[in-house]
């Protein structure tokens, strides 16, 4: 299926729009992320990578492959099994100008070293007032997996999104990850940059423009996936493909959902997504984190402060189950979000179903 | 395996035990141990303490530093003929310059924890604040030996650290009053010193959080030196960090990858013994700090961290093997800190005998008396020092007074470094339009 990507808001480095013919290249968001961390390492010397088995292994998930070989080992650092150690190495090197990109092998791991990423990253320009800046960007993949137990699926969006001083992106498409992954390494501040493993394998249409060098995607800014009338589902990473889906499945049912890609959650584009409530009235947030205190109650909120008295219905918060991810298959699929939830959670605000009293 | 300030050896396996008393030392010639005082000082309860240092440890073949004669000599031992004197002249450790300079060091450090106190009192100051009487020898002894680029990082017990490596009297003063004119605009606080200018990043309250910030810059001299290719980035830097930090978990981390990457980087515990109310001994294992260097394959050294002068020896040779790319060392300073733990702390669970065996051993009044013996200053020109930072200090406090609260629109400043956040450049576009953003030619 030939997704129809808007490229309303790729800002381009350069004025002229280009006719984007359906011949469009295509590339896994594996390809895009190594690309990018490839052509910001060649462009800055000052860039280098390090985490565990990102060198001779070829990257825990084939991220950072021929990287190694093709920069050396001082760029490519293979650490020892070091979270608090090597995330603090990186912040300590970027204090003083260095750009590192810190890969955690999954974002639970980034745990052992938040320490670090809250308060000697986050907080450094505040409390130094603007002597010491951090560009430092701590990347790697958030959320579930398959399969990988309760203490390897959790979704850390909410916890860095909550804290001043840190940018928080999570991009869901390969031009998403180039764009995104390329301004995060370029940004003076420390960036959480939350991929998913899942979408590592998933192929994308990219046009030319993304595959030049210098394209970059400003950070703060949704994007709208898919534009619609009736009701506003935003979703960011995997859930973004779901609320897709959902939405085509809604169009055969007559509603007209419009599906926000975040792309940004700290900061959170509100003005875009108010505006879009605004005009369907009506407001699905979804996503794979736990529901309480997630992405989806900021932007809840945000839409009752700014907004209230457009909405035709309740906001409704579509995330994860209150529980610590299950192993089994089936309990699995039940603890994430899926596309008959959404599309669920949608007719509901649409009143095209009886309308629950709580969460199923 | 010790070693003595002028032999660094590799280090091997060698079986340690605490010794409690001089005996055992004379009777084993080969033990080299660079300290004027014998072998673990601990809580009095566990252990018995000789506070005459035993001078007859003249170990036959000992290498033993001159330095070793401060405190002797302020311990009443005339050792001038032996110990001063190497291969049959006298070696003076110190030109009267470098004496007077690291007096003057350690009397603004002394005197402006005391004003600190004071100003704590009478409500100037407020929150948390860590005091560092006491521990002075170990801060003038290091960081006077560094140039303007080499980094400090440092705990919550920051300010003399600040002192040492240059930050101004009043710069330092204004921010502990949390005015607009201090080191961080009073926006980082007693805790929290940073200055770019002198390359103090970090004053951190987590124990244990400065030390892989360290390792950090230390890489990054490294970095810069063989991947950027800039020869003259030789920088050094320096932890500081207390007994309690060294059974957390980041200090190992940091130890295992300084000494594998080989980075220039000098970790320098200040062993005062406590943290908090919990003794050294009470919560390691095994206290013997220094030990933990030889097993991550680096150079381990104690030091009496209440004599300035043996502190510069083992920080000299500590801070030469960084800068010629040999690597880490730690080093283990035995020091006392007269005061609690902050000046919330009540400090009772210390014996006050213990704390008046190390205000014996004061630090300043070793080196002066040191200075005078040796004809290196007569008390006036001392005394002169004293009056000296007296007055900084007062006009540090006045400046301090006066100066402004932070205004109101300071509160949402420098969350980020992007000048209006967010992705927004200068110029209110989006940075990532900006040409001069994308700079930069990516040959793939």
Known sequence: ?360 | MSFSATNFAQPRPVPVGIRSNEKSLSSDPFRFRFRGSPSFLGSPHSLRFNPTPPLKLAIPHSRRSPAAAVTDVSNGKMVKSSANMLFGFVLQLITKEEGLELYEDMILGRFFEDMCAQMYYRGKMFGFVHLYNGQEAVSTGFIKLLKKEDTVVSTYRDHVHALSKGVPARAVMSELFGKATGCCRGQGGSMHMFSKEHNLIGGFAFIGEGIPVATGAAFSSKYRREVLKEASADHVTLAFFGDGTCNNGQFYECLNMAALWKLPIIFVVENNLWAIGMSHLRATSDPEIWKKGPAFGMAGVHVDGMDVLKVREVAKEAIERARRGDGPTLVECETYRFRGHSLADPDELRDPAEKARYAARDPISALKKYMIENKLANEQELKSIEKKIDEVLDDAVEYSDESPLPPRSQLLENVFADPKGFGIGPDGKYRCEDPKFTQGTAHV
């Open chain 1, 1 to 360: 299926m030939l997704r129809a990507i808007r490229h309303k808001n790729i800002l381009p480095a350069f004025s002229a729009f280009r006719a984007f013919s359906s011949s469009a290249k295509e590339m896994t968001v594996r390809e895009a992320l190594n690309s990018a961390l490839d052509e910001e390492m060649s462009a800055d010397p000052k860039v280098f990578l390090m985490g565990e088995e990102v060198g001779e292994y070829q990257g825990a998930y084939k991220i950072t492959k021929g990287l190694l070989d093709k920069y050396g080992p001082e760029r490519v650092l293979d650490t020892p099994i070091t979270e608090a150690g090597f995330t603090g190495i990186g912040v300590g090197a970027a204090y003083y100008g260095l750009r590192p990109v810190v890969e955690f092998m999954t974002f639970n791991f980034s745990m052992q070293a938040i320490d670090h990423i809250i308060n000697s990253a986050a907080k450094s320009n505040y409390m130094s007032a603007g002597q010491i800046s951090v560009p430092i960007v701590f990347r790697g993949p958030n959320g579930a997996a398959a399969g990988v137990g309760a203490q390897h699926s959790q979704c850390y969006a909410a916890w860095y999104a909550s804290c001043p001083g840190l940018k928080v992106l999570s991009p869901y498409s390969s031009e998403d990850a180039r764009g995104l992954l390329k301004a995060a390494i370029r940004d003076p501040d420390p960036v959480v940059f939350l991929e998913n493993e899942l979408l590592y394998g998933e192929s994308f249409p990219v046009s030319a423009e993304v595959l030049d060098s210098s394209f970059c995607l400003p950070i703060g800014k949704a994007k709208i996936e898919r534009e619609g009338k009736d009701v506003t589902i935003t979703a960011f990473s995997k859930m973004v493909g779901y609320a897709l889906k959902a939405a085509e499945i809604l169009a055969k049912e007559g509603i007209s959902a419009e599906v926000i890609n975040l792309r940004s959650i700290r900061p959170l584009d509100r003005s875009t997504i108010n505006a879009s409530v605004r005009k369907t009235n009506r407001l699905v947030t979804v996503e794979e984190g736990f529901p309480q205190h997630g992405v989806g109650a900021e932007i809840c909120t945000s839409v009752i402060e700014e907004s209230f008295g457009y909405l035709d219905a309740p906001v409704e918060r579509i995330a994860g189950a209150d529980v610590p991810m299950p192993y089994a298959a089936n309990l699995e699929r039940m603890a994430v979000p899926q596309v008959e939830d959404i599309v669920r959670a949608a007719k509901r605000a649409c009143y095209r179903s009886v309308p629950l009293a709580a969460t199923a």
